[in-house]
């Protein structure tokens, strides 16, 4: 505990004791009742006080005293129950404590209210009159604190921290996790109610408590039963236990030897090595690791020539500093040396544990820019410099206001576990997991909502989600042209917007809560079915798709040309503008010849299969509109393609279309009010054209006319191409009468009656 503190309490409790003293009104039971509560409390047994407090509050719930010191007392158990009671007896009494803005600070600083912790701790800076006071100093850190808590909590890592859960953890701490090779087997450390001696909660003689009123520490193990759940922990107590607390280190040497804790001579490293099922009697490291002063933690590495370890031997204060050793020809180890200062800081640097190839170093420290309390930080080895690295924060949520210690890796990397002090825990030090968030694949299809059965391709998904720092996410991709398939690859843990959209234009947008993933494998379905109602020419006509550097017709296309020309054919009011495209491979001047030929390719066979050349214009675009961007080889097919657009009037929205008769792949999906004749039979044109004039210039010079007369009964379409080439076509009561004369003069009559 913090000296600061520690005074703090002391005064705390000396003021309380007086105050109760001097409350004449209160009965005798409460009076005994506080004074036993203040006895606890004087002696840090916060968790034999707080019963005593509550009795006194059951009774007199507006007792300030007693709901300050009770407050504190909270603090180690209960943080938000903590604050509740130290706020209550400062709006009940503001003089409650000449400490009381202190603690204000410290219950907000552990609630993750740092703003108005700083406040806090300065008003009780300003209280502070001797300008040599130590206490300025320390708070001068606990501002700072405050501060990094504050950067850190504002820039969250995509981490996530799991509880081991009610089988593992206990309203009381434990701590020192240590997972087996196989990750199968964990051995722990615990002060719960089911270490050996203890039952004598209340500190009566013979119970195996501890100073401070809780039970002494004892290592435990639990085998895994699956990912998520354990068995009932068994306790490791007999030779392995000492006077005091014993605590889990680590197991090495392919788990047949066991580093841990004995409190002896102030605390010490001591080894066991197994025997059958058991272990044997423990035995303690040589005196270059082990001193009269302080030893907490160590790690051997995989070779088992070098240990890392804290000790107090050669700080001034006896506060812990990071120290290693490597084992001489003897086999024992050799002289202690200090990891340096980008390590080592003034306050407790303790809790070391190395990568598997030994690079990274990972430690706990009350130093560098914590957050508060113990942090976990790493280091990176310098192999040039023959050194460790500064010291980097693992931010949070790996970190918190609290103390945050014993970071080791499982088997394999990829996750962690450590101890932890958090909200929402079972009590005190719970043991927890950290996993870094993955990504998970997401893939399906789009469907119309009409029938949920018609996939839509073409269908531009965006999945808009954040980083856990609010950093933007966006993810795309386009629904393919052969399966109508699309698939992403997004950072789990978080929903996401997703905006569907066709050319341009947005269907809906749909919320998505992707879970949280913590392996790269796995693999989430997802079917969007959106309210597609076809508007646009780009579902009467179905895109064709060609292969590289091709304009050659594949047998699909064909197919879908088919569909096409019998549309037209039963919709002679229609005019189409055929539009080539091409994947951004070439030269822009290659892939404007490309994306011609490409359209040619589909107005030669429309023509063949009777559609009157007038009817039809031919655009190319290159790879100036890329369906998709170019950056995959299922993109870049999407470009490779073209496009069949119904020419409208300014201002005319799309009409109605007659299926016609084809049976190609757009006919059974395209059609926005199918006829129920077939086109032989009525001729009759379902296009509801607005009256009026329109004149439309294509991309290669033809000038398209078009008249229709007030009934929308007559229509009148005139083109007039670049090299001489013209044609007029009058539509009326279902009569069709075409002329066209293409460069060459040659003329051509196309006459239907109804």
């Not at 009780?124 to 001068?140: F, G, H, S, V």
């Not at 008249?707 to 009964?713: G, H, I, L, N, P």
Request: hydrophobic share 30%; with cysteine.
């Amino acid at each position: 505990m913090d000296n600061l503190v520690r005074r703090l309490l002391k005064a705390s409790c000396t003021f309380a004791l007086a105050a109760a003293v001097a409350q004449p009104t209160l009965a005798q039971s409460t009076r005994k009742q506080l004074k036993t509560a203040n006895k606890f409390f004087d002696q840090e047994n916060y968790r034999a006080s707080i019963p005593y407090y509550e009795q006194v509050l059951a009774k007199e719930p507006n007792n300030a005293q007693a709901l300050f010191r009770a407050g504190i007392s909270y603090m180690s158990f209960d943080k938000e129950k903590a604050s509740d009671y130290i706020y209550k007896a400062q709006r009940l009494k503001p003089k409650v404590s000449k400490d009381v803005e202190y603690w204000l600070g410290r219950v907000d600083h552990l609630n993750y209210n740092f703003d108005e912790a700083i406040a806090h701790y300065q008003a009780y800076n300003a209280t502070l009159k001797k300008k040599k006071d130590t206490r300025k100093a320390e708070l001068a850190q606990l501002i700072q604190h405050s501060k990094n808590a504050k950067v850190q909590f504002n820039s969250p890592k995509d981490i996530f921290v799991k509880n081991l859960g009610p089988t593992i953890n206990t309203q009381y701490s434990e701590h020192s996790p240590v997972i087996s090779a196989d990750d199968k087997l964990l051995l722990f450390t615990s002060r719960g109610e089911n270490v050996t001696g203890a039952g004598n909660a209340n500190g009566k003689k013979g119970g195996n408590l501890a100073t401070d009123g809780e039970y002494y520490e004892d290592i435990f193990e639990a085998k895994r039963i699956d990912d998520e759940n354990w068995e009932k922990p068994r306790s490791l107590s007999g030779v392995l236990n000492g006077k005091g607390h014993d605590a889990s280190i680590q197991v090495f040497d392919n788990d047949t030897k066991m580093l841990m804790y004995r409190q002896d001579e102030n605390g010490d490293i001591f080894y066991s090595e197994k025997a059958g099922g058991d272990w044997t009697e423990p035995k303690k490291l040589n005196n270059n690791i082990n001193s009269k002063s302080f030893e907490s933690d160590a790690y051997i590495t995989p070779d088992g020539l070098t240990i890392y370890f804290s000790t107090g031997k050669y700080s001034e204060d006896g506060t812990l500093d990071l120290y290693y050793a490597t084992r001489q020809p003897g086999g024992d180890w050799g002289e202690a040396k200090s990891l340096g200062g980008a390590i080592n800081t003034k306050y407790d640097d303790d809790s070391p544990y190395l990568s598997k190839d030994g690079k990274t170093l990972y430690f706990s420290s009350r130093g560098h820019n914590t957050m508060g309390g113990y942090d976990i930080f790493k280091s990176e080895y310098d192999s040039v410099g023959r050194k460790w690295g500064q010291a980097e924060n693992m931010g949070y949520p790996i970190n918190t206001p609290d103390d945050d210690t014993y970071y080791r890796l499982s088997p394999d990397g990829s996750y962690a576990y450590l101890s932890s002090y958090r909200i929402g825990g079972y009590g005190e030090k719970d043991i927890y997991t950290i996993n870094y968030i993955k990504n998970a694949i997401i893939r399906g299809k789009v469907f119309s909502a009409r029938d949920s059965s018609s996939v839509i391709p073409g269908v531009e998904l965006v999945f808009s989600g954040t980083q856990a720092d609010k950093t933007a996410l966006s993810y795309r991709d386009i629904t393919k042209p052969d399966s109508g398939n699309y698939q992403v690859s997004v950072l789990s843990g978080r929903t996401y917007q997703v905006a569907v959209s066709k050319d341009g234009k947005n269907i809906e947008t749909q919320e998505f809560t992707v879970p949280v993933i913590t392996d790269d494998s796995t693999v989430i379905t997802k079917n969007f079915y959106v309210p597609y109602v076809d508007t646009t020419s780009q579902y009467a006509f179905q895109k064709i798709y060609f292969d590289t550097d091709k304009y050659k017709l594949r047998p699909e296309s064909i197919a879908e040309l088919n569909n096409i020309s019998s549309i037209l054919k039963a919709n002679p009011g229609i005019n189409i503008s055929i539009e080539g495209h091409c994947d951004s491979r070439n030269t822009d001047e290659y892939n404007m010849v490309l994306g011609e030929n490409r359209a040619n390719a589909a107005y030669n066979y429309l023509k063949k299969n009777g559609v009157a050349e007038t009817r039809m214009v031919t655009v190319s675009y290159g790879e100036r509109r890329p369906a998709a961007p170019n950056d995959s080889p299922e993109n870049m097919q999407l470009n490779r393609r073209v496009e069949f657009r119904v020419i409208l009037k300014e201002g005319e929205t799309m009409p109605q279309i007659n299926s016609g008769t084809g049976t190609g792949s757009g006919t059974s999906t395209t059609s926005t009010a199918p006829s129920t004749s077939s086109p032989s039979s009525t001729p009759r044109t379902t296009v509801p054209l607005a009256p009026g004039k329109t004149k439309v210039k294509a991309a290669d010079g033809t000038k398209v006319k078009t008249k229709v007369d007030e009934d929308s009964d007559k229509v009148k379409v005139k083109t007039k191409g670049a090299a001489g080439d013209e044609s007029k076509t009058k539509t009326k009561e279902g009569e069709i009468d075409s002329k066209a004369k293409d460069a060459t003069g040659e003329k051509t009559k196309v006459k239907t009656g109804n």
